[in-house]
């Protein structure tokens, strides 16, 4: 296995929707052991501490929630992302999923310097991808795949230096997409994988076809894992659970696949509310899908007691 040189980015972002907590994320994946199991792995493991959203003079929206903080936020970790991934692989240790539009478009920038062109595989429940003006509730968590990709209506927010093509995101373990973002997406041939096309052919089979695609393009892989994505029986600690998600084998199975295909060049672990945990569960789980997609085998994987 490639021993690397990885860097923990602590994101305790909770300006992306009302529900609070998920500011306590980052301290839980260092508590439930996130460094030491990717050092025993042979990696290089730095933990760069808590990044801070930028001051911005920004007035506050009567619609959207937290606007100025959530644009502060994606101006410093967009700028914390391609800095970082200049020396490493950047793990990011969320924080609620708005942290995305700071991430994805600073490792955008990143691969555009590097000359290739980077893809984005969104695992979640959701498709995030309302834009300011589409979002019922006004919470930006749900509109980051369409800042990064270049939709309209995100003039509060910094230009996109590198915005990723729709058609260069992949999303994996859908099932609660309105009917507008389902539709748009489709329009620009974004790869959709929902539970249902899963549960009749398999998790494999959608990922391999969006790798492929990625490898045939020289790309590199920035991923996106919301709790969400799995079944809130395994990973409750989440305020925006969907029954019916991945199982805990399935999302295993993404992670390794993940690994042995060398196209990972970056990772968010986002929407992690510690206060909604049952003894840590939640975020050892995650931990353990992180060590998975830097290496560790099945035959690895230790013996948990909650």
């Known amino acids: ?76 970790l967009c700028r914390t992302a391609c800095d970082a991934a200049q020396q490493s692989v950047p793990i ?32 979640d429940a959701h498709s995030d991808f309302h834009t300011p003006s589409s979002s019922g509730s006004g919470n930006l968590h749900g509109t980051p795949v369409a800042y990064v990709t270049g939709q309209d209506g995100f003039d509060a927010f ?16 859908l099932r609660s997409v309105d009917p ?8 620009d041939h974004a790869m959709l994988a929902d539970m249902r096309s899963i549960d009749e052919h398999g998790i494999k089979a959608p990922l391999l076809a969006f790798l492929e695609k990625v490898r045939a393009a ?34 295993h199975l993404v992670m390794e696949l993940l690994h042995e295909s060398r196209l990972v060049c970056s990772l968010d672990l986002v929407e992690l509310n510690p206060f909604l945990d049952e003894r840590g569960r939640t975020a050892k789980l995650m931990v353990d899908l ?5 290496g560790r085998r099945i035959f690895d994987r230790p013996t948990r007691s909650f």
Not at 22 to 45: F, I, K, S, W
Not at 95 to 123: C, E, K, N, Y
């Open 1 to 76: 296995m490639d021993k690397q040189n990885i860097i923990l980015v602590g994101a305790p972002m909770d300006a992306g929707k009302r529900r609070q907590g998920c500011r306590m994320g980052p301290d839980a994946y260092r508590v439930a052991g996130l460094a030491e199991a990717l050092a025993d792995l042979g990696h290089n493991v730095t933990d760069l501490g808590d990044t801070q959203p930028d001051q911005v003079d920004i007035e506050e929206s009567d619609h959207l929630f937290a606007l100025p903080e959530c644009v502060g936020w994606t101006q410093a």
């Open 92 to 123: 990011f240790l969320g924080g609620d999923h708005a942290l995305s539009m700071g991430t994805v478009s600073g490792m955008a920038q990143h691969a555009d310097r590097i000359g290739r062109p980077l893809f984005v595989l969104w695992l």
């Open 158 to 173: 910094p230009s996109l230096a590198s915005p990723v093509p729709t058609s260069r995101v992949g999303m994996i373990g």
């Open 180 to 187: 507008e973002e389902r539709a748009a997406l489709e329009k």
């Open 218 to 251: 020289n790309g590199v892989l920035h991923v996106s894992l919301d709790v969400d994505f799995l079944d809130p029986s395994i990973a409750p600690a989440v305020g925006t659970t969907v029954p019916g998600g991945a199982t805990e084998r399935e999302a």
């Open 290 to 294: 992180a060590a998975s997609l830097m």
